[in-house]
């Protein structure tokens, strides 16, 4: 692979030839910003970094599936909010939903379940459900040009992780299938688990509660930190959630990366700034780029593909 | 490698055929008990089971040594207790610290680095402190059976993840060179970071308290499950803290491999017994062993060499 054809579904003249110019200098054995293979450790967020996450996240969807399944059990449950805008099928309270708000319904919905059962519900679903504009599965809405850069940057010899604010679980159950990560290699939002020997061997049930904080904000490099015990050189988010995995790699001594996907493409995908209710943030995530130097990524612009179900 | 010479660091007519057997049966293709390799998880202990861990925890005389450094600058501290007894030198005192005075006095020791000044003092002291018995370095100190077993295992596909109830930043100062495990592939007890903006950049800093419980008990499955998303297939410990982590390996639909090792050999290491504080259990490990079927490793008759630096 040349810098001719590297990047192919990233057009020239702009965020393409940064990264390339990037890898470029990390790799150079004898350059001054040689960083050997363990330590090139690249973070991607997930919603909206490496897949659609409009008109809301995707596990919202799959979590709305679920409560069909429980209300159709208990019927009590139907008329209770936020039940009944979820099942209404109401997309706009569906999008004002806040992360806590959506967490909460979430930590609900699949408790009591083993992690292999669990598994196996986010596969039922994410193998079935279709996306409510593009009409094609969820998993098929990753954008083509993140998922070159993930395959560019493993030859080379970087590892690639991905750091989500969504549940770890539900993105693992794809992971390896559509990004070519590792269940391992997937940090992210977390539900308590606990030790049940209700049926005589020792089996690990869901719990109604977070197991920590969601992994966006502080918690983000934090949980880097915790699970790979390196510091990214590259990191990619678009939303404020992502902001201080984005400052962790940034600080670190030598060279790094900082890349931020704009959502500025309403034709093939959406239009929309990034929320930063998570964070307590007032700065908008485009004005932090700007101002720390980070590198802006237009979908509009920089990708010639966003997903593979499109015309090009 | 064919099974006529495969693990000779272990002896004929025991384990080691147990090993070599279930290995064999795991990755027959067409057998019927076959584990493709992505799931061919196995997860290790490591004090006690992957290197000594006595007359106290290796990580225990690095925390006597920053001791030695923190009362040299607040010489109060000296008189007071376990302070004074571990800077005595008092190897009956360290032996009988519980693992919860460990704690207590291991998250006091290193507040305030951050994880790369951790990495850094860890790996200064590794590198230099000695053994007081057997007069080498502590690293030196890993049970060749062992190594050779991690180095089979990834021969045929596994993946091998370090699972101990010490520091995680502890072990995986010296996991790739001691073990050939990357520092992403351990998990164990851990402290809290923070983030810390007072030098202008986001820098993580240690908490001296812990991030979660202690990696011993029913976290120890938790904290598997959490971090690699799968359940393994093969499960090595020595200590009633392990015993979750083999009833959950054992519990698994299919084949699987729980190993104990039993120090019953006082003349090459030592001979003792698991204490059973940290699980609150009153059955003796060795008992649950028997019990549950698991294949208990001993020291004197299993391994045909301990230590590297030993005549064999």
């Known amino acids: 692979m040349t810098s001719q054809t590297a990047l192919s579904a990233w057009r020239a003249g702009g965020v393409r030839e940064q990264i390339l110019d990037f890898v470029q200098r990390v790799t150079q054995p004898d350059g001054p910003e040689f960083v050997p293979p363990p330590d090139r450790v690249a973070v991607f967020d997930n919603d909206g970094t490496l897949w659609c996450e409009k008109p809301t996240y995707t596990q919202a969807f799959f979590v709305l599936q679920r409560l069909g399944e429980l209300t159709a059990a208990k019927p009590e449950l139907r ?57 094609v599965r969820f998993t098929a809405l990753t954008y083509v040009p993140m998922l070159e850069l993930l395959a560019y940057l493993r030859a080379h010899d970087f590892r690639v992780f991905i750091a989500t604010g969504g549940g770890v679980e539900f993105v693992r159950a794809v992971s ?16 308590q ?67 931020l996907v704009n959502h500025d493409d309403e034709v093939r995908e959406y239009a929309y700034a990034s929320r930063g209710a998570t964070t307590h943030e007032t700065e908008p995530i485009l004005d932090t780029a700007a101002r720390l130097g980070w590198t802006v990524v237009s979908m509009k612009a920089d990708f010639r593909t966003v997903f593979a179900s499109q015309p090009h």
């Not at 039940?83 to 930590?107: C, E, F, N, T």
Request: glycine share 10%; charged share 25%; proline share 6%.
């Open 79 to 135: 008329d209770q909010e936020p039940y009944r805008a979820l099942l209404a099928g109401d997309h706009a309270a569906l999008a004002a939903l806040s992360p806590g708000d959506i967490a909460r319904v979430v930590l609900q919905a699949h408790a009591g379940l083993t992690p292999e059962e669990f598994n196996a519900a986010a596969r039922r679903f994410l193998d079935q459900a279709q996306h409510p504009r593009f009409g």
């Open 176 to 191: 390896e299938e559509i990004y070519g990560v590792s269940r391992d290699d997937v940090i992210g939002s977390a539900v």
């Open 193 to 259: 688990l606990a030790v049940d020997r209700s049926a005589g061997t020792l089996r690990l049930v869901r719990q109604a509660a977070f197991w920590g904080s969601p992994d966006e904000g502080d918690p983000k490099p934090i949980n880097i930190q915790g699970h790979i015990g390196r510091r990214p050189i590259l990191a990619a988010g678009n939303s404020a959630g992502d902001k201080e995995m984005l400052e962790y790699t940034q600080a670190r001594d030598g060279a790094s990366l900082c890349l």
